[in-house]
């Protein structure tokens, strides 16, 4: 995406096995430039406009320590996209947060079709789909799976598939957004 008018800041924000959902919580302060446990906040000048959660889970609800940090970053007109989930076979229906939180757009997943891919979370909190790749199978006949190509490592590109995919896409025409119309709030963006 760099390149086209938008600059990514990559933040780690879980480990190896996971996290927990305050080290997802202070990161997102991070990059929003709000008080946090580290002490010390983004200050790059290049500002922060899209928050992109490629993570969550299934089952549980919005609790208020997500919604409070979630309201206080879209009041500074940073919009967050998150992903709906990867259980759409298992729990249909089913919630994921941080993405079905209000305030946050959620993403599903589409195949190469254009439909939603077979594993993709959907339910009433989903607002938009993105390429979200289904490396089971090669419909375009290119002799690659149709996943997405993304790093698998510091320097190798693989193919993927998941709701974790699709919410780049669509948070970085969201950036494009920001880019051409600045001054957009994360109300009219979402």
Not at 58 to 63: A, K, L, R, T
Not at 94 to 104: D, E, H, T
Not at 145 to 150: C, K, M, N, P, W
Request: glycine share 16%.
């Amino acid at each position: 995406i760099n390149g086209y008018g938008i600059h990514v800041l990559p933040m780690r924000v879980l480990g190896p096995g996971g996290g927990y959902d305050s080290d997802i919580i202070q990161g997102m302060l991070y990059a929003a430039g709000l008080p946090n446990r580290s002490g010390s906040v983004y200050t790059g000048n290049i500002p922060v406009k899209v928050i992109n959660m490629s993570l969550g889970s299934i089952g549980g609800v919005c609790g208020s320590s997500w919604q409070g940090v979630i309201n206080d970053i879209y009041d500074l007109n940073i919009t967050m996209v998150g992903s709906s989930g990867n259980s759409g076979q298992e729990y249909p229906g089913a919630y994921g947060y941080p993405s079905s939180c209000n305030k946050v757009i959620s993403v599903a997943a589409l195949d190469y079709l254009r439909e939603r891919s077979y594993y993709s979370t959907f339910n009433d909190q989903v607002d938009i789909a993105g390429p979200g790749g289904d490396t089971s199978v090669d419909r375009n006949g290119d002799g690659y799976r149709d996943g997405i190509l993304a790093f698998g490592s510091n320097e190798d590109l693989a193919f993927f598939q998941g709701t974790s995919m699709a919410a780049p896409n669509v948070s970085g025409a969201i950036g494009i957004l920001y880019s051409l119309v600045p001054n957009l709030t994360s109300f009219q963006v979402e």
